[in-house]
């Protein structure tokens, strides 16, 4: 990791590993209510983090999952511990859920249908992370065409 002067680490290649995938960040409150105010479809919210279970687990289960002909019509992904504002407005919009990071929710049309925390990422491998997505999207989205 690097730190530059009164910085923490660069978490750069944390946020590039998502928006990689075509994972479109929310970095202020407003961002996020953006996207909420008028949902439509389906939409994986990924809640990155910098621990090691993020690393190892959800980003590259994402990754896999993605491979998937079966998507979310929309992802998009709020950093915890660095964009905190737009992370806490994005946890109101599911607040019957304890915070928890890394973590994955998807909602059809706004209504939150499935929660992916912390406990069901760390300690399982990127693959499990992935065949959890996998089944999310099988039940809720579409085929892609």
């Not at 730190?3 to 290649?13: N, Q």
């Not at 990924?46 to 590259?60: D, F």
Request: with cysteine; charged share 25%; aromatic share 10%.
């Amino acid at each position: 990791m690097q730190f530059g002067y009164g910085m923490g680490p660069d978490t750069s290649w944390m946020r590039k590993e998502l928006t990689d995938l075509g994972v479109q960040e929310l970095k202020a409150p407003e961002d996020v209510d953006n996207v909420f105010g008028s949902p439509e479809g389906t939409m994986l919210l990924v809640i990155n983090s910098v621990c090691g279970c993020a690393a190892g687990n959800a980003r590259p289960g994402l990754k896999l999952a993605m491979e998937h002909p079966k998507k979310p019509d929309s992802v998009y992904t709020v950093f915890a511990g660095q964009d905190k504002d737009a992370t806490a407005r994005a946890r109101e919009y599911f607040s019957e859920f304890p915070p928890s990071s890394p973590a994955f929710a998807f909602f059809v049309d706004g209504e939150i249908k499935a929660m992916i925390p912390r406990h069901r990422i760390e300690g399982r491998t990127a693959q499990e992370v992935s065949d959890d997505l996998v089944m999310i999207f099988d039940s809720f989205c579409k085929q892609e065409a």
